[in-house]
DNA sequence: CCTTTTGTCAAGTGAGCACTTGAACACTTG
DNA sequence: CAAGTGTTCAAGTGCTCACTTGACAAAAGG
């Protein structure tokens, strides 16, 4: 086979994955799905799109291999096609942040309007639950969180958060976090949190990173880590 | 800053890139882009195209900040603007190759029709040049040898190889690499030496793999790692 | 079996992209 | 400063893509 004859089979698969990611809407149903598998209605509803709109994006990202179905009674379930299509997604991000002077900035304005507290590198995190020097909250909808989370971590959604203050330990530090870099919900918890007289700062990155970061090595199927379906209740009783 | 908003200013960001890459042509170019810095007309050369449309091509690149420029008396040199663009694009690579059925197939065939001589793992290679239990040879055109090259590597084009057979040791074994895994002139040069008595292998994967592995985490300027400009001259005696 | 829910398809419109051609530009070198 | 490279620009054509709307399909459940 000639050089050339490889390129020209190979490129245009390249290209297929490439235009895939070249839709701003593709792009969010992959981060959304990076959370969890959800529904097109879902998946819908969280993009702010339509459904035939979501519909046909889905298919275009189910014709790239980078999504899968399965089918759930009625409603039909996407979910990423692989740990690849995480670190794809993780590695474009990171490309637009550290060449992209506009990303930059946001990512420098919200870090801003945080009060700064100090992050908390993803790499410790596992020592300090051990050691139980802090309790780890995750804010993300209860869906997110069941479908995968930080081994340790407490389940307390966004919402729920203002209303459950009364719950939580005073003598803790809270380490809270959500989906990932872009995402502010941590940085509005930590916020909340030190208003209400609590130690809070919020983790380096999110979900999607820790994800990234602990994937699977292997091609095989998950091992399952952070996947512990455990408590599809979520403990009231924190410490 | 709302949510909704973040969104609205971040993921146009990111499709940008998506958007760059989403052209088997551009996707050449970057490939190429990985191994050495070029001009637009040995660009145009390379990738069996037109002066203007490559240029036109380089210049959406340069828009989406994944390629700079710089200028060299009459010519107009292209590099990769970052190490991240290398790893984008061999995240992009190994996405579809794991996802994508037919590319799979391909490298498979590919493969298959090199003799199948074990593959070096690129890890083993700086221990085995070190103990000089092999001799690494690199068979990429010369000019992107003098860009960056596995430590300890000799430059032997792959046009020049056959001429210069009698130059090579009979008692060592050796080990080529060349562009990166989709690249065939590796497998080529095996079989050349091996047909000739020589005892041969070539690396899993080449300099693009080794270059993503290597890459230097921090985000200021290159240590220079396996770009030290030594040798523009080619040692004619091998061992 | 017929209704409801959920997701997909088909057609149509407007916008955007790829490639070609020929001209213009920028910088070097004589 | 003129001639000559090497690169980019501008205009034009044909194709592809995104989104909307309204109709259709597939399974669940009364």
Redesign the pocket.
Same mark, same amino acid.
């Given at each position: 086979m000639a050089h050339r004859e490889i390129k020209d089979q190979t490129y245009p698969q390249f290209a297929r994955i490439g #235009?895939a990611l070249?839709? *701003?809407? @593709?792009l969010e149903l992959i981060d959304l799905l990076a959370q969890a598998p959800r529904?097109? *209605? #879902?998946l %819908?509803q969280e993009a702010e799109?339509?459904? #035939?709109?979501?519909?046909?994006?889905?298919? %275009?990202l189910k014709a790239a291999h980078l999504v899968e179905?399965e @089918?759930d009674?009625?409603?039909?379930?996407y979910r990423l096609a692989g740990e690849d299509v995480l670190a794809l997604w993780l590695a474009l991000r990171a490309t637009a942040e550290a060449q992209l002077p506009e990303v930059g900035e946001i990512v420098r304005n919200v870090g801003a309007a945080n009060g700064s507290a100090g992050h908390v590198d993803r790499a410790e995190l596992s020592d300090l639950v051990r050691a139980e020097d802090i309790v780890l909250l995750d804010v993300r909808p209860r869906l997110e969180f069941d479908h995968g989370h930080i081994p340790g971590a407490l389940a307390l959604p966004i919402e729920e958060l203002s209303d459950r203050l009364s719950e939580l330990p005073t003598n803790k530090r809270f380490v809270v976090y959500c989906r990932g870099s872009y995402c502010q919900w941590a940085d509005e918890a930590v916020a909340l949190l030190q208003r209400n007289g609590f130690d809070a700062a919020r983790v380096e990155g999110g979900w999607s990173e820790w994800a990234g970061e602990h994937r699977t090595k292997a091609n095989g199927d998950s091992a399952d880590v952070g996947h512990e379906r455990d408590h599809g209740e979520i403990r009231r009783q924190v410490i």
């Open positions: #235009a070249s839709s *701003e809407r @593709r529904n097109v *209605e #879902a %819908a799109m339509s459904v #035939a709109n979501t519909s046909q994006h889905l298919q %275009a179905t @089918r009674g009625t409603r039909i379930v």
